[in-house]
């Protein structure tokens, strides 16, 4: 079975631009979550989508926002970009049952560099 | 509110020998526990989960980590450490009264694996 699926690999932006990230989940998997790595803050989660709707949120501001299709790819969305956004953005997905016991499996991350 | 602290920032170990990688969390409901290993210029890869049952959980490549409720511990372990077991390592956890799929995240703990 295929994993998670992140497109695309590499971005380079430059402030104010916006940027949208994919993200395909394992065949079967309706849960769909974003996590931001940075150096600075580590692992930080950003949002879950189950279904179609956004089922949690992290701590981001607004600029960061994502969706979800009814084949369960995932894309979130960061509108006026800061340097502080250069990050390595993992996606990761779960079955789709409560999924408080479900393992998430993680995509290769989408590095993006802001200049 | 949930959160995960890895005391070390860099384990150095000889190959051959035993590893530990060390995992404190705090939950207000009951916790499941997981391992990631992250690999340069990779995603996360799931090692391993707590979720109820033996204390003592077995996971890929040889890792297991033991769950101690009384001390709020969950540290991996490997009996003998391969050169291959360089990574970064991050514990993560889950309560299981937050709503959603949302993963809390240690620091990291960096393994250097000496041949």
């Known amino acids: 079975k295929a994993g998670v699926t992140q497109t695309p690999r590499y971005l380079i932006k430059t402030r104010g631009q916006q940027v949208t990230l994919s993200c395909s989940p394992i065949s079967g998997h309706r849960s769909v979550s974003w996590y931001q790595q940075t150096p600075g803050q580590g692992l930080q989660f950003l949002f879950e989508?189950?279904?179609?709707?956004?089922?949690n949120k992290g701590n981001f501001p607004g600029r960061f926002s994502g969706r979800q299709f009814s084949n369960s790819r995932s894309e979130m969305n960061v509108s006026t970009l800061e340097l502080g956004d250069s990050a390595l953005y993992l996606c990761a997905s779960s079955w789709p049952r409560t999924g408080l016991k479900e393992t998430q499996y993680f995509g290769p991350g989408t590095r993006l560099l802001v200049l | 509110a949930q959160s995960v602290a890895q005391p070390e920032d860099q384990v150095n170990v000889a190959e051959g020998n035993p590893l530990t990688v060390k995992c404190t969390y705090s939950?207000?409901?009951?916790?499941?526990l997981f391992w990631y290993v992250q690999y340069p210029n990779r995603g996360l890869q799931f090692l391993l989960k707590?979720?109820?049952?033996?204390?003592l959980v077995k996971g890929s490549y040889g890792f297991e980590a033991e769950f101690n409720k009384s001390q709020t511990s969950f540290h991996l372990k490997k009996p003998s450490a391969l050169v291959s077991d360089s990574a970064l390592y991050f514990c993560?956890?889950?309560?299981?009264?937050?709503?959603?799929?949302?993963?809390?995240f240690g620091g990291g703990t960096r393994v250097l694996v000496k041949p």
């Open positions: 989508y189950f279904s179609e709707t956004q089922r």
């Open positions: 939950v207000s409901g009951n916790p499941y």
């Open positions: 993560a956890v889950r309560d299981d009264e937050a709503a959603g799929n949302k993963l809390t």
């Open positions: 707590y979720i109820t049952g033996d204390n």
